[in-house]
């Protein structure tokens, strides 16, 4: 990386100009420059992984939309293979049908597994035997996207033995309000991988907490996720911490961060959510917590650790 590369980019969107983005030739232009991976910051891989993601699903959508599959369980592999064939004769007409064959089984196996997944979001009900087996092969049972360690109040709830209530806590995290409600702080099971697509239903289920399967919901790229403005001066929702004045990020973001890092970034640390939970940070605190800017990292290494854990009451405020 260097600054001329960077220059490069930053240049050739004329500041002066912001209507360039809705000029076909120059944004093209745009595109073709190339990004530098001092641009994309901590996550870099992920950021370039993820606009891919996002294209390989449009292109596959497009070909063939899974939303009619999902609902009509008549339907199977061999319908969407003769409707992708359909599309790709159309698409590349001059092409060997050996070639055409080969890319519709490819976009077939994509497309029927994401049907799988939407048909199997439907149902998230484990056996009994699959919740004891999952709560006992970690101690504690942690989330598998963020490492948080359950209570044992939902740890109970879930195996559906008697409980006492799910006490919410008195401060939250401002980065990631889990436990403005009793279903963020509880326990979910998520079909990590269609659950007709090979193996024993309960090799694919994980626990997630509530809040990041909420926030995960059904999005892939952290491209799905956008933070909308809630402020009437155009930013997202502000901080103020001390000196510190930052905007809250996107909950997918957040998500989306911890689960691919899995480990604290902080050099030498070797925390990961399978032994402790990890917390979003900003890497700078007077930029955007957008994902060239986030980081996650353990308590230990939490440089807002004093002042991250607020009322709840003036949490949820700033959330709403
Ligand atoms: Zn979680
Ligand atoms: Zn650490």
Redesign the pocket.
Known sequence: MSASTTLKFVSDAPHNDPGFIWDRDRIGAFGAVGVPSDVLGLHDGLLRGDSSVLWLRWFLEGLASPGAYVSDLTKTWTDVYDHVLARVKSVYKDDLDTDRTKLTRAITDHLFSEIERRRAAGRRNASRSDRVRMIQSQSPPR??????AFSQEAIQKFLGQPASPVVLPPTLDVLRP?GRKPHEVSIEVEHVMPVTSGGQAGDNLRL??G???RAKSSKTSIYDAAFTSRNPSGGAPLVLAGELQYELPEPFWV?RIIAIQRHCQADGCNATISNSELRITLKDFSGSPNPTNLRAVCPRHDPIATERFRNSALVKAMWT
């Open positions: 989330c598998y996207l963020c490492g948080f889990r997630a907490c809040w990041c399967n998500v």
